[in-house]
């Protein structure tokens, strides 16, 4: 069922899990993702950057397609879809495509004018039932042409957007969309620390959730983390079995191109990673 994000997030807070939010990129993508949560009774938000919407040629395309699949795949577990750094008109856009949670990125703007943008939506998200995330601080890396250099955030700052009625909040604390370089210096969990202090019960989003080490998630998820997004992990391990499957040669096999085959492999992969991911941040059987 489709439900906006914010209960499951508290609850996830509440009972010191994290639940993830794995990026959609087409039907595959997102078939794989509903049919893990359902096996696990895991809750799980779909994520969708601008880029992959204007790919699956629009919001409401995706809507439809989500609140489709949900229904004739019988998925009972709460699913939220979710606008993944959005800009404010990519807000608008998914409020009227029938979005259920909606992020904003407001961290590249003066704080005053963050709290602005951020004020407004907040309002409209709520009148239609939707939860919104903001953001304070930079992700670092790129992703759909947002670059970040990973700066941590102002905890007082982070206060600021808290109040303004937000339901989650995203806070840099040095993490990085993509993959972690080799002189990485890891989170900043005196910074998350203290967001923590600030903001009290608001669900903490960790964001960049690929190759952060295990110890670290878990020391995140204690300190409030109750969200943490993973994308590139399920994008390198389609690739990599689906590259196995043509290096062996399996699409010359008899049908083996047919693209049901074909993709077939990569939605095992995926299926894999988000197990993996769920078991690793305690949402399992909390659905």
Not at 142 to 160: L, R, T, Y
Not at 216 to 225: D, R
Request: with cysteine; glycine share 12%; charged share 25%.
């Amino acid at each position: 069922m489709l439900v906006s994000a914010k209960e499951m997030l508290d609850k996830a807070k509440a009972g010191h899990y994290a639940v993830g939010q794995f990026n959609i990129n087409n039907l595959e993508w997102t078939k794989a993702i509903l049919a893990t949560a359902q096996e696990l009774n895991s809750p799980v938000i779909l994520g969708v950057s601008e880029g992959a919407g204007k790919y699956m040629t629009g919001f409401t395309t995706v809507a439809d397609m989500v609140k489709a699949m949900i229904n004739e795949m019988g998925i009972t577990v709460p699913v939220a879809l979710h606008l993944d750094h959005g800009s404010y008109d990519g807000c608008l856009k998914c409020i009227k495509a029938g979005f259920s949670s909606i992020m904003f990125d407001g961290s590249h703007y003066p704080i005053d004018e963050n709290v602005a943008k951020t004020t407004e939506l907040v309002k409209m998200a709520h009148d239609n039932n939707m939860s919104i995330e903001a953001e304070v601080g930079a992700i670092g890396g790129e992703e759909d042409g947002v670059i970040g250099k990973g700066e941590c955030a102002d905890p007082q700052e982070c206060k600021s957007i808290a109040d303004l009625g937000v339901d989650m909040l995203a806070a840099g604390i040095g993490n990085i969309h993509g993959k972690y370089p080799e002189n990485w210096e890891g989170l900043s969990f005196e910074t998350l620390d203290a967001i923590q202090q600030l903001t009290g019960d608001m669900p903490l989003v960790l964001h960049g959730g690929t190759g952060i080490p295990e110890d670290m998630i878990k020391k995140a998820i204690s300190l409030g983390v109750a969200k943490i997004n993973v994308n590139t992990e399920c994008q390198l391990s389609f690739a990599a079995a689906t590259r196995k499957y043509v290096e062996e040669g399996k699409d010359l096999e008899g049908k083996g191109f047919d693209p049901r085959k074909l993709l077939a492999p990569g939605v095992e992969a995926i299926k894999a990673t988000v197990k993996e991911k769920m078991e690793l941040f305690g949402s399992v059987g909390k659905a």
